[in-house]
């Protein structure tokens, strides 16, 4: 994940973001109420979070478990080379595999974690067998399966 730069936040900017955190479906005008602002300001705000890219984009977030996608798996990668157009090769692959939702490059032992949603221990097996070892710089998988999500949540802590 890059940062290119920090942007300077106020206040403001904060309560603006939390709430939509909680709700991307706010209103400007329900935005300045609950700021005790007028409209104008607000979408002020919110246009330069999204233009700066603190806000990068509004999303829905869905129940794997109701899509079928009741299977989420943990896996950590090691590759056996770790060149640069070996890395770039290993990431554009895996970018195209639409059971990974999440994909972290690491320092330390391993040199992936991946997030994978399936439908049940089938889809996985058939996922890591004709998906995930085509790759051939892949040296090693360690997998293990969530049983239970104590917390989820895409908000970013703030203030």
């Not at 309560?15 to 002020?44: M, S």
């Not at 896996?75 to 070996?86: A, F, G, N, P, V």
């Not at 992936?112 to 995930?132: E, W």
Request: charged share 25%; hydrophobic share 40%; proline share 2%.
């Amino acid at each position: 994940m890059e940062n290119n730069s920090t942007i300077r936040l106020d206040s403001t900017d904060i309560h603006i973001i939390k709430l939509l955190q909680k709700n991307a479906r706010i209103t400007n005008k329900e935005l300045a109420a609950q700021l005790d602002l007028t409209i104008t300001p607000v979408y002020e705000r919110v246009k330069r979070l999204e233009k700066t890219g603190v806000i990068g984009q509004y999303v829905a977030l869905i129940d794997a478990d109701k899509t079928g996608k009741g299977l989420m798996a943990l896996c950590m990668l090691r590759l056996e080379k770790h060149t640069k157009d070996k890395l770039a090769q290993f990431e554009a692959h895996v970018a195209q595999i639409p059971e990974v939702t999440e994909c972290y490059h690491l320092a330390g032992q391993y040199d992936y974690h991946l997030k994978i949603l399936v439908k049940d221990m089938n889809a996985f097996q058939d996922f890591i067998v004709n998906k995930l070892s085509t790759n051939e710089n892949l040296a090693n998988i360690q997998s293990s399966f969530v049983m239970k999500k104590i917390t989820d949540t895409t908000a970013v802590p703030l203030g």
